[in-house]
């Protein structure tokens, strides 16, 4: 369930950013006629420092859900371990 939530997080914040690239190739040619990479370059830093959008709420989703992922493998070692070690002693 996570690792779907995971994938589609990724697919998400891919899709927003072809997206936005689109766009931005398409007023590039609409206003020259012809695609610059400094153009390009200086287009994408400026839409980049933008506001808040929807992919940093889903990266950030996918941060959390992989340290919940860790906390559990941590708890569930750990309880694993336990009573290996009542039988050694």
């Known amino acids: 369930m996570i690792i779907m939530c995971v994938a589609s ?3 998400v914040i891919v899709w927003v950013a072809v997206v936005k690239a689109l766009a931005i190739l398409e007023q590039l ?3 020259s ?3 610059d990479m400094e153009t ?3 287009l994408a830093r400026t ?5 808040f959008s929807p ?4 990266l950030l989703f996918i941060v959390c859900c992989w340290l ?3 906390v559990d493998a941590y708890r569930i070692g750990k309880r694993m371990e336990r009573p ?3 039988q050694e002693v």
């Open 9 to 11: 997080g990724i697919g």
């Open 29 to 31: 040619e609409r206003q």
């Open 33 to 35: 006629g012809r695609i």
């Open 40 to 42: 390009v370059s200086s």
């Open 47 to 51: 839409t980049a420092a933008g506001a």
């Open 55 to 58: 992919s940093d709420l889903v």
């Open 68 to 70: 919940f992922s860790i």
């Open 84 to 86: 290996r070690n009542n």
